[in-house]
């Protein structure tokens, strides 16, 4: 049972450039999440979903758009990579807002 | 700023001590979660409790909640190098499907 598994592990982009951070979960969980964790910061969370089609804004969405167009994955894109979006990325899933999140282990992003 | 904050930020004991972290929020809540984190992987579940719930116990683990203070606490007991990792609570906004998560509070067991 693989939970909830992150792609990329790693990557570099340059100012400017986008990509696709791609979550993907096996416990046929509704609820899914992205967050970003900076050193000292905590986490953060970005957009979330709380079922296949649906997504929505968490505390800090801005340079960032998510898809859910299957109920097992959610995407997260960077349109145009700023330096400051430099972060680890945590996809999370859960079967309901009252259970516990599973996480990935993350995308480490660096953004030149 | 966050909604729940962990203190002490870091703690240091030796091995077979109790370790004790606390966390304080600012909003009403549903329930509060504890969640660990090894270096360089993703957080995993330790322990969730509702509001109406003033203790919890998992093992090893004791979490406290107090409401009118808006403080929960996490108590390790008999600490192994094992535990050594970071503690984050995460609170739900009540009314909403989010979670907002502390900055942590880094344990370091010396065996």
């Known amino acids: 049972n693989a939970g909830v598994t992150q792609t990329p592990k790693f990557r570099v982009l340059k100012t400017g450039q986008s990509m696709t951070l791609l979550c993907a979960q096996d416990?046929?969980?509704?609820?899914m999440y992205w967050y970003r964790q900076d050193p000292g910061m905590g986490l953060r969370l970005i957009h979330y979903?709380?079922?296949?089609?649906?997504?929505a804004k968490g505390e800090v969405p801005d340079g960032y758009n998510v898809s859910r167009l299957k109920k097992q994955n959610f995407l997260l894109g960077l349109e145009s990579a700023a330096p400051s979006q430099t972060s680890v990325y945590f996809c999370?899933?859960?079967?309901?807002?009252?259970?516990?999140?599973?996480f990935g282990d993350g995308t480490r992003l660096s953004i030149l | 700023s966050q909604q729940g904050e962990e203190d002490p930020q870091a703690l240091s004991i030796q091995e077979g001590e109790n370790a004790t972290m606390n966390c304080s929020y600012k909003?009403?809540?549903?329930?509060l979660q504890w969640y660990r984190q090894n270096s360089g992987r993703g957080l995993v579940h330790l322990i969730l409790?509702?509001?109406?719930?003033r203790e919890k116990h998992s093992g090893r683990l004791r979490v406290t909640l107090d409401t009118s203070k808006k403080s929960s606490s996490l108590l390790i007991t008999a600490s192994r190098a094992a535990d050594t990792a970071s503690y984050f609570c995460?609170?739900?906004?009540?009314?909403?499907?989010?979670?907002?998560f502390g900055t942590g509070t880094r344990l370091k067991v010396l065996a």
């Open positions: 409790i509702r509001s109406n719930e």
């Open positions: 909003t009403s809540i549903n329930n």
């Open positions: 999370a899933s859960s079967s309901g807002v009252t259970q516990p999140q599973h």
């Open positions: 416990m046929n969980h509704e609820y």
């Open positions: 979903s709380v079922g296949e089609g649906t997504t």
């Open positions: 995460a609170t739900d906004l009540s009314g909403t499907y989010k979670y907002i």
